[in-house]
């Protein structure tokens, strides 16, 4: 709030600290307790501008009423919202039932980031914007036969470790679903999934993808032995202090879908009952600002301006991958999922996925069992939310 400060001195502001979560819930901390904590801390804290930290955070409080709509004073005050980044003020209407309670100075979204000196050594064409899955791991599995022992290049790194990551980035580009509209029945078991999980499985089984080893740190060897990997913006950070000649392009797509995922955090908005909304609103005004945005882009933190035009390149690499692919408007692949449902699903993920890489099962025979258990897991999840709720 300091630089709100030296603009609105006449405006005192008092901002209430996170870390009193960390006193109420000790030293193990859960992500759903850290959730639940941070809930009752914004609802209990008389805070007249709310910093919301996701989504799915944002849009229960505008569901329960918390949040007050922004859309007259951005009428009164002529504001600025052609700037923001085509779809993005449509996308967070979505989580308000089609009304504006909040505005937010990020966005990020994955990229496909390429080790540039591996492609102009070995002479393979570079990636380039909006190629498929199958085309990106094609130009990986160039790189199968270079290099051995230390010395290996790989095509394309997961870096997290897990094949289940890269299928859900394969499931969520294509638009596919894990629930029904209702959220009560599991749908890995249809022809959409199917697709997607036998493309991973070759992927990985021949050598087009290289996962993580489990336990061995990322290191700057690993790094430069990389051709291509796929992260978000906060990789440039990275990146330019290791000073690898590096690029970028958009992350692999599906022909069919004109529209990618994107994340957005914080949200900044204005309590529903506070006293001071027109004080509140010029710090929500200036924090999403044209002038915060600008003075942003002469950061390095790894966060994009959710405005155009204020961040056009990274050190000469273009940012285009990150701010032209259009935005979707549906939600995420899991952005309406319980964390303890996610944090449960990727074990049986993981293991029907590698037993078809192993050539245990089929893809059709994992689908069908991964629809049953990852069924039973939801019953469970829900059960058990249900019960909570009781006590």
Do not use: C
Request: overall charge neutral; aromatic content about 10%; charged content about 30%.
């Amino acid at each position: 709030g300091k630089y709100f400060h030296m603009k609105y001195p006449q405006i005192e502001v008092e901002v209430i600290p996170e870390t009193q979560v960390l006193q109420n819930l000790g030293k193990t901390i859960r992500a759903e307790d850290w959730d639940t904590e941070i809930k009752k801390l914004l609802e209990n804290s008389g805070a007249d501008v709310i910093k919301l930290g996701d989504a799915k955070t944002f849009k229960s409080f505008a569901e329960a009423g918390r949040l007050y709509e922004l859309e007259e004073m951005i009428r009164q005050d002529d504001y600025d919202m052609k700037g923001f980044l085509p779809g993005l003020i449509d996308k967070i209407k979505s989580l308000g039932n089609g009304k504006l309670y909040g505005l937010t100075p990020y966005v990020d979204r994955d990229v496909l980031y390429y080790n540039a000196a591996l492609f102009k050594e070995h002479q393979i064409e570079p990636p380039k914007n909006n190629m498929t899955w199958q085309e990106m791991f094609d130009l990986s599995a160039r790189f199968a036969n270079i290099g051995s022992g230390e010395n290996k290049v790989y095509g394309f790194y997961e870096w997290s470790g897990d094949i289940g990551f890269i299928l859900y980035k394969i499931a969520d580009s294509s638009g596919l679903k894990l629930l029904d509209p209702k959220g009560e029945k599991v749908l890995l078991n249809s022809d959409g999934w199917k697709k997607a999980i036998k493309q991973v499985t070759d992927a990985v089984r021949s050598k087009s993808v290289f996962l993580h080893p489990e336990g061995q740190t990322y290191s700057q060897k690993l790094r430069d032995q990389a051709a291509m990997m796929i992260s978000s913006a906060y990789k440039t950070r990275e990146l330019v202090f290791t000073k690898q000649d590096w690029n970028v392009v958009t992350a692999p797509v599906d022909p069919a879908m004109d529209s990618s995922s994107i994340t957005f955090s914080p949200i900044y908005a204005i309590a529903a009952d506070s006293a001071n909304k027109r004080a509140a609103w010029e710090f929500v005004k200036f924090v999403n600002g044209p002038e915060m945005a600008q003075a942003r882009s002469r950061t390095l933190e790894g966060k994009l301006p959710s405005r155009n035009g204020y961040m056009k390149d990274i050190k000469g690499r273009s940012t285009d991958a990150f701010y032209i692919p259009k935005i979707r408007q549906e939600s995420s692949l899991y952005e309406s999922l319980p964390f303890e449902f996610l944090r449960l699903f990727y074990k049986p993920l993981r293991e029907e996925l590698l037993a078809v890489v192993a050539n245990e099962k089929s893809v059709d025979e994992a689908a069908a069992a991964l629809e049953v258990k990852v069924q039973e897991l939801l019953l469970k999840v829900r059960e058990s939310a249900n019960k909570d709720k009781g006590k």
